[in-house]
């Protein structure tokens, strides 16, 4: 079974341009997640989808940021522009959606340098 | 707010000796989860182990294992008999059982193996 893939990598921006950042879930995973982690700091939330809807968006920085879910599947994180203060990693994360007690799984991170 | 603090930027331990990573947290809430998470260099962020805190036994994984002391918000994950595949960054994290499924993270630890 595939795990959560995200995609790219690595980029490296200059300031003020678009970056678009995607994440597929397990498949039929409904909950999503996108965490961020600015260097040498925690992990932070940053939003929560089930299935195509927006549950929780309480850790989006600013409205640079737009996430989408459409139909339900992958995900995409925009930033526009993109800041300095961007940097760091950003991961994606699953689960399912019937329990609580449902453990999440994690993709390998998107490293964003914003220069 | 619930927070999750890391105290131990890096640690590193002889392979084949034991380790312990600390982690303390806040909250009010009375039942909740409480999990290790290891990120190898490069790689998925993957479940290590998990505590229900209504459960009073510690969990155990193998070679992994944890103190849970409720009272004193305290989650230490112990590492015996580590071997050169444990080096990695590891996140302890918090999420309750009611409510938002989001996890709250701590800083994070770097752990270093010496063969």
């Known amino acids: 079974e595939a795990g959560v893939t995200q995609f790219p990598s690595h980029s490296v921006i200059e300031k003020g341009q678009t970056v678009t950042l995607r994440c597929d879930p397990i498949?039929?995973?409904?909950?999503l997640y996108w965490y961020r982690r600015v260097m040498g700091k925690e992990i932070k939330f940053l939003l929560h989808?089930?299935?195509?809807?927006?549950?929780?968006e309480s850790g989006m920085p600013n409205n640079r940021f737009l996430a989408e879910r459409t139909g339900g599947t992958y995900s995409t994180l925009k930033v526009q522009p993109a800041e300095l203060e961007d940097s760091g990693v950003y991961f994606c994360?699953?689960?399912?959606?019937?329990?609580?007690?449902?453990?999440?799984?994690f993709g390998q991170g998107t490293r964003l340098t914003v220069v | 707010a619930q927070t999750v603090t890391q105290s131990q930027p890096e640690m590193s331990v002889q392979e084949a000796e034991t380790v312990t990573l600390s982690c303390t947290y806040d909250?009010?809430?009375?039942?909740?989860?409480l999990f290790w998470y290891k990120q190898p260099p490069s790689r998925q962020m993957i479940l290590v182990i998990r505590?229900?805190?209504?459960?009073?036994q510690n969990a155990t994984e193998n070679r992994f294992s944890v103190n849970f002391q409720k009272a004193a918000k305290s989650f230490s994950l112990k590492i015996s008999d580590s071997q050169l595949g444990d080096a990695a960054m590891y996140f302890c994290?918090?999420?309750?059982?009611?409510?938002?499924?989001?996890?709250?993270f701590g800083q994070g630890t770097r752990l270093t193996i010496n063969p």
């Open positions: 994360a699953s689960s399912q959606l019937e329990t609580v007690n449902t453990e999440a799984f």
């Open positions: 498949s039929g995973h409904d909950n």
């Open positions: 989808f089930v299935k195509e809807s927006k549950q929780d």
């Open positions: 909250t009010s809430e009375s039942d909740y989860y």
């Open positions: 505590q229900e805190a209504y459960k009073q």
């Open positions: 994290a918090y999420r309750p059982t009611q409510g938002a499924q989001k996890l709250v």
